[in-house]
Every structure is written in C-alpha cells, then in structure tokens.
C-alpha cells in the first residue's frame, strides 16, 4: 500500500557531508560503499521506514555537515527519484527551508555521477537490472500521492 509523503522525519545520519564512506548504520556500521567522491550532502535513512529495496528509506540532507551516528528530524521538501539493480531506491531530501533551483541542480548532477559509480559497483556483485538517476522532484511537483514505487 502506498505511503504519503511525510511532512518531517527522524532520519539517521550515516555519510556526513564531505564524506567518502557510506555505511549502513542500522546493521551495525557495515560498509555499503566507498564514492569515488566525497559527498556534497549528509545521507542517512529514516530506520524505521523501509524503501521498496528493503533497506531503511534513504534520504538527503541538505544544510551544513552533520556528524555520523546522529539523530535529526527535518522537513521532507523533496525527492530524488532513483533506480537501483532493477528496484525504485527514491531518496527522500530533507532541508531546514524549501529546495532551491541551485539545490536542484547540485542534486541532479551529484546523482547521475553517483548512479555511474553505483552502476558499477552493481556490476562487481553480480547485479543486473536498471541503475539510474531519473529525476529531482519538489515537494509541490508531486501531482500525485508519493510511493516508493514504479
């Protein structure tokens, strides 16, 4: 069944911004994977949400660079619209004001570069299936209700 797009979080911070290093923090600090850049954004997930890949909802934090292990609750003003080996991973963005413009664009650019290197390391595991940034999309451009769901 469909879930409404929440207006706030609590979401789990698990790259601070600038890091290299994604780890999955709900499982105990395992390494997910390592960026071939440093992230312009904090990542984390909400744990007790789950994505349609099984693993806690992903989500993007905007704003200043947050420490890794920590708690925040911020307001949900977007989505990243993402595929993964064949599965919808949508990142939810969360930010302290409305997304920009200019946000949108970093956000764009930062996931088609992240989709290449996911891509990649999808291949290395043996994973097939669609791997791709599809698009960036505001709060208020949501014509329908939101799903983590194609």
Known sequence: MPQPLPRRARILIEV???GFIKRELHEGSRIDF???LPSPYNYG???D???QD???LDVVVLGPRLKAGQTI???I???VRFWDAGLPDDKLIASESPLSPKQRTGLRRFFKIYALARLALNKRKGLSG???FVSVVNREELDQPWRNTR
């Open 49 to 51: 949400v789950p994505g």
């Open 54 to 56: 099984g693993d806690p």
């Open 77 to 79: 003003v977007g989505v």
């Open 45 to 47: 997930c909400i744990p």
């Open 16 to 18: 601070p911004k600038g």
């Open 73 to 75: 609750e911020r307001e």
């Open 34 to 36: 390592i960026s071939p």
């Open 130 to 132: 669609r791997t791709a």
